[in-house]
């Protein structure tokens, strides 16, 4: 049954008899392990449960925010601010909507709330959280309540403008790239469907740029004479160079389809050969490609390839 007050007349809640069991735990978690910047959504979930012997019983308000609150802090035990959406479905005189709800011994109830709702985090840092759940609602300060575990978390800077990071991204998710410790097919595999779906990203993050631009006689030669900020110059030019397809076509060229036919590897080197098919208007092509591989710091990494045609279909 859905019923509506007036959060301005407290006393008519207070007049609602609700038998309470303050054995209850209140317990929450970050729903998404990610990198959070000022600008991010930051979802938390929620559980309340009974251990108790006793029934339980709560009003679960519509808006979240007339049930739950959020006490973040920074390191220097600083409260952070409510969020001006917040003090704005507070102080405002509207009706609030609930259900009456019913936790058996033993039983819980989770929902999601999101905290960008209830606090403002402009600054990077390191902040802790701490939830407050109202069974009754929360229409004062002496409303009673029941307060969760803490949680800390790191706000890190802001920098989806900043081309470096924006290398690191992934165009789905949202989140930082990071290596995984694949075996040499799959890392093939996973670069051959970046490319497919031009993710340059995903496309380079087990590529070693480096090595494949060393397999140019003449920019090898050229790197020799540079200094460390000079050759780091050169291998950002040469993967700008890939991404801009004006260097080293084969590797770029998108294929339709593909299958690894072969791998082999020892503990530090591997070859991993596959035939890529290329469809054009008229025909279609078959190439094998001869990937060459090496481990470092325990992630294989593409750093060479050989190509041989197969014929046309």
Known sequence: MVTKLKILFCIQLLAIPLSHSWGMELMVQLYDRTVYTPKSTIT??????NNESDPFRFHAAEKRLFN????????????IEHSEHFKIERNSSQRVFYREMVLLPGEEYSFLADLTDFVTIHVPGVYTIQ?????????SEAA???TSNT??????????????????LDAETGR???????PPDEVVTYMLKARQKGEWPKFFLYLDVEQLMLQDPRLRV?????????????????????????VDTDILVVPSSFSIVNTSYTPTDATVEVVQT??????????????LLHRDKGFWMIHDYYVRNLGTE
């Open 222 to 246: 050229e790197y020799r004479n540079k200094s460390d900020e000079e050759r780091f110059q050169m291998v950002n030019q040469y993967r700008e160079a890939l991404q801009q397809r004006q």
């Open 151 to 168: 949680l800390t978390i790191q706000i890190h800077p802001d920098l989806s403008n900043v081309p470096a990071y924006q290398e690191k």
């Open 44 to 49: 938390v979930h929620i559980t309340v449960k």
């Open 131 to 139: 939830a407050s759940f109202y069974p009754d609602l929360q229409t």
């Open 144 to 146: 009673q309540k029941i």
């Open 176 to 182: 930082i790239l990071t290596k995984e410790k694949l």
């Open 278 to 291: 290329f469809e054009y208007s008229d025909f279609s092509e078959k190439r094998k490609y001869t990937y």
């Open 68 to 79: 739950i609150d959020f006490d973040v802090r920074n390191l220097r035990n600083l409260p």
